[in-house]
């Protein structure tokens, strides 16, 4: 039986709860997208395979969200994820000026690449967060940076500085690159070979593919022909399609490892990395989402939980505070593979280890053992502060 006194206090606090609730401080994080996106059209190769195919990284934003309510509660808080998907003719500028104006200040961006140069110059001034969690150009990332704008997907330069790092540690110095005709292609072609030159490897030759069945051009669409006539201990692949790729392992003209797009993969994150409470959050993501995590996923997770780490460190949703928290020392971000992330204050990359991986096991973790920098061993990949481009003020 229930005495009075306690029955008393019940009523009390059954009144008193949900005032209680109604006074937290809500803090949004907004997911903006585009619904007809067609960097998430599926490819399908002429006979019909499906290749590569790509996932919004909307699930890795909302394991995050879920695993940060608990916090939220303990800090008096409640943390929404607001997400936008923008109309074919509307422009991303106007809905996040819209969401500003009813309080919104941390937006994680799934959108082309010309949309987030032109939103991080656009809103250079203002006091909000824009992370970039799907593009890994190293123009973002120097000349066309942004004060505002954060990356919590490894540059371009990261993933080719891992590769690298790998390749000098096998010895495996004479590199043929394999390139094909898009745009990516070249992008992450060039960001090789300068990596290449930075920890002294030899590129004996570049040649490029062709995807096509025309005899006239088995010179650029036949493997064996494709990879004759040169002395190497590695072929880079630059194939951002796959198409073609996916035939280069075993049917080089001679036994040769495969690097790049095919075969060993550089990346922020891989379903079979086993350490570092790893498997944990592989199973939570996939609970949440029904399939692996991916790279762009992780960024998506990554960019919520440091700033939810950020609010609870520092005890303030004020976004001055939480950039200057950011790109402090004082930030030790888990980021689940070994070592604490951080953020470069010359360039607001994330900087963090990064996988190297086959298919169904991770071969390795960069940077590798002997590969020094003089403030932060993670700085050994990617562009440091000396050659960086980028002018944050």
């Known amino acids: ?54 996932h919004r990284p909307l699930d890795g934003a909302r394991t995050a969200h879920r695993e940060s309510k608990i916090l939220g509660r303990a800090l008096g808080m409640r943390f929404t994820l607001s997400e936008e998907d923008l109309a074919q003719d509307e422009q991303a500028l106007d809905r996040i000026r819209s969401l500003m104006e009813q309080g919104a200040s941390v937006f994680l961006l799934d959108l082309p690449l010309q949309e987030v140069q032109g939103l991080a110059r656009a809103l250079a001034g203002e006091d909000i967060i824009l992370f970039n969690i799907r593009h890994g150009e190293d123009s973002l990332r120097g000349a066309g940076c942004s004060p505002v704008l954060f990356h919590t997907l490894p540059s371009n330069a990261m993933r080719m500085d891992a590769l690298s790092q790998f ?50 051009e088995r010179d650029q669409n036949n493997i064996v022909l494709l990879t004759a006539g040169a002395d190497y201990d590695v072929v880079f692949l630059a194939d951002s399609i796959g198409e073609v790729g996916r035939y280069v392992p075993f049917n080089t003209k001679d036994p040769r490892p495969v690097v790049g797009s095919e075969g060993l993969i550089s990346a922020a994150w891989h379903w079979t990395w086993e350490r570092h409470g790893a498997p944990q959050l592989n199973q939570r993501f996939d609970r949440k989402a029904k399939r692996r995590m991916k790279d762009e996923d992780w960024a998506a997770w990554a960019a919520v939980k440091v700033v939810v780490e950020s609010i609870s460190r520092n005890k303030t949703s ?76």
């Not at 394999?178 to 070249?186: I, P």
């Not at 053992?369 to 003020?393: A, I, M, P, V, Y």
Request: glycine share 4%; net charge neutral.
């Open 167 to 216: 390749l000098v540690k096998k010895d495996w110095k004479d590199v043929l690159v394999l390139q094909g005709q898009t745009e990516n292609d070249e992008v992450i072609s060039e960001a090789f070979r300068v990596s290449a030159r930075k920890f002294g490897l030899s590129i004996v030759d570049v040649r490029d593919f062709v995807l096509s069945n025309d005899p006239r």
């Open 318 to 393: 004020a976004v001055p505070q939480i950039v200057d928290f950011m790109r402090s020392d004082d930030l030790t971000f888990d980021s689940y593979k070994g070592a604490p992330a951080s953020f470069r204050p010359w360039n607001n990359q994330m900087r963090q280890p990064v996988l190297l991986h086959v298919h169904n096991a991770v071969v390795g973790r960069a940077p590798f053992e002997g590969f020094l920098h003089q403030r932060n061993t993670l700085d050994s990949l990617g562009s440091d502060e000396s050659e960086s481009l980028c002018r944050l003020h």
């Open 1 to 54: 039986m229930i005495t009075r006194p306690v029955l008393s206090f019940l009523v009390v606090l059954a009144m008193v709860a949900p005032a209680v609730a109604q006074t937290r401080e809500e803090f949004t994080f907004v997911y903006v997208m585009r619904g007809n996106d067609s960097f998430y059209e599926s490819h399908r190769a002429y006979t019909g395979l499906r290749l590569r195919d790509r």
